[in-house]
C-alpha cells in the first residue's frame, strides 16, 4: 500500500524567538506531514511549540532561514510563495480557528463570518457574489446552530457561540486545511464536547485536512493520528 | 471591501475618531469662513470700486479739462465701433472737498461731486444705491417688517391701535412700530412726497420747492454722512428724532432729511495756481441718500448737479473780453482799442468711463487712450496725452487692493498652518486607534488580509474621518458665513461685541456668501491632511507581524 502524498508537510522545522537579549528555541527540527482528508492532532504541553508550529504551517509565520526547514502546501513550498500568494494561501486554503475565537468585537455575527469573504475576494467580486456568500454564511451558521444570532455583537454571546462563530468565519471559503489552535481551551468540558462534535462532523461532511493543536489527551483522542511535540521536536506519532 | 465596512464600524463606534473629525470639522469651518470673509471682501471692494467710477477715470484733478462733452460724446461714439466696441458709457464729473453744515449745526469735512444725473446712472450704479424707495419685500433681517420704506404714504392716516389689555409681546411690538412709522409718514405727507417721488427726486437730484413749486437743485448725501439714521439691529435705517449739534448735544426735531432737510455746504474755488480763491456757501435741499455698502463713501461723500458745482468753482462757460479800453494816439487823441470776445468752455475735472466687461479692463484702458489723444490732438487748450491721468478702477485702488490681497493671503497662510495641528491630532489618535485594535490587526492578517489592504483599512477610516469633518465643516462654515451679519448682531447686542468695524473695513455688511470653487479647495485639503495624520500609523499597522499581534493583550 502506497502512502497518500501529504497535501501538508512541515519538515525540520526550527524557530526561535528573541525575548530580549535571550534566544528561545521553541522548534528544534520538528517535522509533520498530514493527508488529504485526515485529521491530526498535535499533543504537547504549554511552551512545546505547538502554535508556533501551526503558524508555520498556516503560513502566518516563517521557519528560521535554515537549508532544509520547509513548508509544503500540495507540494510547493510556500517560502517560495510571493507575499499575495502567501495572503492568498491564507485566505483560500487556510481556515483557523483560535483558542480565544478572535473575532472583531465591532461586527455582528454574520458580519465576522462574511468578513474573511471580503478579505478573500476583491470589492467588486465581493459585491458581484454577496448573496451567495450570505446565504453560505447562514447555511453554515445555521448548522452550527446560529442561526437566531445573525445579529448579535461578540460580547453578547457566550464563550461556545463565539468558537462556533469562529469556526463559520473559518470554513467560509471553503478551505482545504482547517487549522485550530486549542479550539477548546477556553470553553468548559460539555461545551468544547459540543464544539469538537461540530468540527468533527464538518470535517466529514467536507472531507476537510483538520489540525487540531491541543493539551488534552480526549480531545487528541479523536483524531485520526496524534502527534506529540516536546521541547520543539516531534516524539510520538501514533495512528488511533 | 472589508475597509469599507470596517472603516464604517470604527467611525461610529469610538469617540475619538469623532473627536478627529470634529477637529477637522472646525479647521476646515475655521480656514473657509476667512476664505470666505476676506475673499468676499475682496470682492466686494473690487465691485464696488467699479460700481463708483466705472472702468476707467480720465482726469484732471482741481484745475479741470474743457470740451469734456465732446470727449464724452467721442467716448459713447464707440459704441458704434465697426469690429470691437468696448465702450459702452460716458460722464462728466467733478470731485472737490467741501464742508457740510448739517441740521444741528454739525460741520465736516466731506467728498463731494458734481455729477450729471443721467450720464452718471449710465456709467456707475448711482440708482440702485438710492436707499428712500419703495420697497416691497423686507429686507433679508427685517423679520417684523420695521423699514419705513415697506409703507407708503398714501395709507396715510393709519388707524393707531391702542393698547388692548391682553396684548402679547409681538403685538405691542407691530403697535409700536406702528406708531414710529406714522411720525415718518406724517412728515412725508405734510410735504406732498411718497417713496417713490423721493426716488424721483434722488435720480434728477432735484427737489420741490414747497412755497413756490419750483424744483432746485439738491443734494443726495451718503446714508451715513447725516448721522441723522440709525441702522437699527434688523440692517434698515431708522430716523433718530434728534439731531446733534456742532457740542454733540442732541436735539429733538422734526426733519426728514429726504423730506423736509437742507444741508449748507461750503466749496472752497481755487485759482489756476491752485491758491484759494474765495468760500462759497450754499444751502441745498436733500433730495435722497444713497448707501453704497461702502462706508468710506457713504460716510464722507455727497452728491449734486454738475452745473451747480461748475457755477461755484467757477468751472461753468464763461465769456470774457480781451482787449478793448482806451488807447491815445501820438497825436493825443483818445480811441477806442479793438476788444474780443472769448468763450472760456466749463470744465470737469474728470470723465468715468464704462466698458463693455470688467474682464477687458486693459483693452478698454488703451481704447480710452487712443480716443483722447485723438480728442487732445483737436484742442490745444486740453492737457496733453501723455500727461493726462487716464487710470483703471484698479489702478485707483491698487494700493489697497494689493494691501487685502496679500493680508488675505497671509491669514489664509496662517490659518493653514493652524490647521495643520489637525494633522497631528489624527496622527496622535490614529497611533493610538492603531494600538488599540492591534489584534483585530492580526485577525485580519490570519484572514489573509494584505500589508497594503491593512494600509488601506486605516486610509480608508482616515478619509472617513475627513469626509465626516469636512462635511460637518463646510456646513458649519455656510452656516455662519451665511448669517454672519445676524450672528455680529447677536453678539453686539447680548455681549456688547462687535466683530466688524465698518470704519475699519469700508463695508456695513460682512461678506456673507462662500466661493465653491474655494469650499473644494477646503475640502480637498481637510481630507488631504487626514490622510496624511494617518499616513504613519497606516504603515506602522501594515508591517506589523501577524502572530505578535494575535498575541497582543
Avoid at chain 1, 483558542?99 to 455575527?109: A, D, K, S
Avoid at chain 2, 451747480?308 to 480781451?322: D, G, H, I, K, S
Amino acid at each position: 500500500m502506497s502512502t497518500p502524498q501529504p497535501i501538508l508537510s512541515g519538515s525540520n522545522l526550527h524557530k526561535t524567538y528573541r525575548l530580549g537579549r535571550a534566544k528561545v528555541p521553541v522548534l528544534r527540527g520538528a517535522s509533520i506531514a498530514i493527508a488529504q482528508g485526515e485529521t491530526v492532532a498535535i499533543l504537547g504541553a504549554s511552551g512545546s511549540g505547538k502554535s508556533t508550529m501551526l503558524h508555520l504551517l498556516g503560513g502566518l509565520d516563517r521557519p528560521d532561514q535554515g537549508a532544509s526547514s520547509a513548508v509544503t502546501f500540495r507540494g510547493r513550498n510556500i517560502a517560495e510563495f510571493s507575499e499575495s500568494e502567501r495572503n492568498a494561501y491564507r485566505a483560500r486554503d487556510i481556515g483557523f480557528v483560535f483558542q480565544f475565537y478572535h473575532l472583531l468585537p465591532e461586527l455582528n455575527v454574520i458580519e465576522n463570518v462574511l468578513i474573511a469573504a471580503m478579505v478573500r475576494h476583491r470589492h467588486v467580486r465581493y459585491l458581484a457574489e454577496r448573496r451567495e456568500l450570505r446565504s453560505a454564511a447562514e447555511h453554515i451558521l445555521g448548522a452550527l446552530g446560529l442561526s437566531s444570532r445573525l445579529r448579535h455583537r461578540p460580547v453578547e454571546l457566550s464563550g461556545g457561540e463565539r468558537q462556533r462563530v469562529a469556526i463559520a468565519r473559518a470554513l467560509i471559503n471553503r478551505p482545504t486545511v482547517l487549522l485550530a489552535d486549542e479550539p477548546t481551551g477556553n470553553l468548559d468540558r460539555a461545551t468544547g464536547g459540543e464544539v469538537l462534535d461540530a468540527l468533527t462532523a464538518i470535517q466529514r461532511e467536507r472531507a476537510l485536512t483538520l489540525l487540531i493543536v491541543t493539551h488534552d489527551s480526549a480531545v487528541a483522542s479523536r483524531a485520526d493520528r496524534v502527534i506529540r511535540l516536546r521541547d520543539g521536536q516531534v516524539t510520538e506519532s501514533t495512528t488511533a | 471591501m472589508y475597509q469599507t465596512l470596517l472603516s464604517r464600524r470604527y467611525l461610529t463606534g469610538k469617540v475619538m475618531p469623532l473627536m478627529a473629525a470634529l477637529a477637522v470639522a472646525l479647521c476646515s469651518a475655521m480656514v473657509l469662513i476667512t476664505w470666505s470673509v476676506m475673499g468676499g471682501f475682496l470682492k466686494m471692494m473690487l465691485e464696488a470700486g467699479r460700481m463708483q467710477i466705472g472702468d476707467v477715470v480720465i482726469s484732471w484733478p482741481s484745475r479741470g479739462f474743457a470740451h469734456y462733452d465732446e470727449l464724452v460724446r467721442r467716448l459713447e461714439a464707440d459704441q458704434d465701433h465697426p469690429t470691437d466696441p468696448l465702450i459702452v458709457a460716458a460722464s462728466p464729473m467733478i470731485e472737490t472737498a467741501a464742508m457740510i453744515t448739517l441740521p444741528g449745526g454739525a460741520i465736516k469735512p466731506i467728498r463731494l461731486r458734481g455729477v450729471d444725473p443721467e450720464s452718471y446712472q449710465r456709467v456707475t450704479r448711482y440708482a440702485q444705491t438710492l436707499h428712500w424707495r419703495p420697497i416691497e419685500q423686507p429686507t433679508r433681517y427685517d423679520r417684523f417688517g420695521e423699514d419705513y420704506r415697506l409703507q407708503p404714504s398714501t395709507t396715510y392716516p393709519l388707524p393707531v391701535p391702542s393698547p388692548a389689555a391682553d396684548e402679547t409681546n409681538a403685538q405691542q411690538v407691530a403697535r409700536v412700530l406702528r406708531l414710529r412709522n406714522d411720525e415718518i409718514l406724517r412728515i412725508l405727507d405734510r410735504h406732498g412726497l411718497s417713496w417713490g417721488l423721493i426716488y424721483d427726486n434722488g435720480l434728477s437730484m432735484t427737489r420741490r420747492n414747497d412755497d413756490t413749486g419750483e424744483r432746485r437743485p439738491a443734494i443726495v448725501l451718503g446714508i451715513e454722512l447725516s448721522r441723522q439714521n440709525e441702522r437699527k439691529r434688523s440692517f434698515y435705517f431708522s430716523r433718530r428724532p434728534f439731531v446733534l449739534n456742532e457740542h454733540g448735544n442732541a436735539t429733538l426735531q422734526d426733519v426728514f432729511l429726504p423730506a423736509n432737510g437742507t444741508v449748507s455746504v461750503t466749496f472752497f474755488p481755487t485759482s489756476e495756481k491752485g491758491t484759494l480763491v474765495d468760500s462759497v456757501t450754499r444751502v441745498l435741499p436733500v433730495a435722497n441718500e444713497f448707501k453704497t455698502g461702502i462706508y468710506e463713501i457713504d460716510d464722507n461723500t455727497a452728491l449734486t448737479r454738475l452745473d451747480v458745482v461748475q457755477a461755484v468753482l467757477y468751472m461753468n462757460e464763461a465769456r470774457r473780453t480781451v482787449g478793448g479800453g482806451i488807447g491815445v494816439r501820438p497825436d493825443g487823441t483818445p480811441y477806442v482799442l479793438p476788444s474780443t470776445e472769448i468763450v472760456d468752455p466749463a470744465r470737469v475735472t474728470s470723465v468715468l468711463v464704462l466698458g463693455v466687461s470688467a474682464d477687458r479692463l486693459a483693452d478698454i484702458y488703451e481704447r480710452c487712450r487712443a480716443i483722447y489723444a485723438d480728442f487732445a490732438a483737436d484742442h490745444p487748450d486740453v492737457p496733453r496725452p501723455e500727461v493726462m491721468m487716464i487710470q483703471t478702477w484698479e489702478d485707483l485702488n491698487r494700493t489697497f487692493i494689493d494691501a487685502v490681497r496679500n493680508e488675505m493671503g497671509l491669514v489664509l497662510i496662517v490659518f493653514t498652518f493652524i490647521s495643520l495641528t489637525a494633522v497631528f491630532l489624527v496622527w496622535a489618535i490614529f497611533w493610538s486607534m492603531v494600538s488599540e485594535k492591534t489584534k483585530d490587526i492580526g485577525i485580519l492578517r490570519a484572514l489573509g488580509a494584505s500589508r497594503r489592504g491593512i494600509a488601506g483599512l486605516w486610509l480608508s477610516y482616515a478619509a472617513a474621518i475627513g469626509l465626516t469633518g469636512i462635511c460637518v465643516g463646510l456646513l458649519l462654515a455656510h452656516v455662519i458665513v451665511w448669517n454672519i451679519n445676524a450672528i455680529q448682531d447677536t453678539l453686539g447686542r447680548t455681549f456688547n461685541i462687535q466683530i466688524w468695524n465698518p470704519e475699519v473695513y469700508y463695508f456695513i455688511d460682512i461678506p456673507s456668501s462662500v466661493d465653491p470653487r474655494s469650499a473644494v479647495f477646503v475640502a480637498a485639503g481637510g481630507i488631504l491632511a487626514c490622510l496624511l495624520g494617518a499616513l504613519v500609523p497606516a504603515i506602522r499597522a501594515s508591517r506589523m507581524d501577524p502572530v505578535r499581534a494575535l498575541r497582543f493583550e
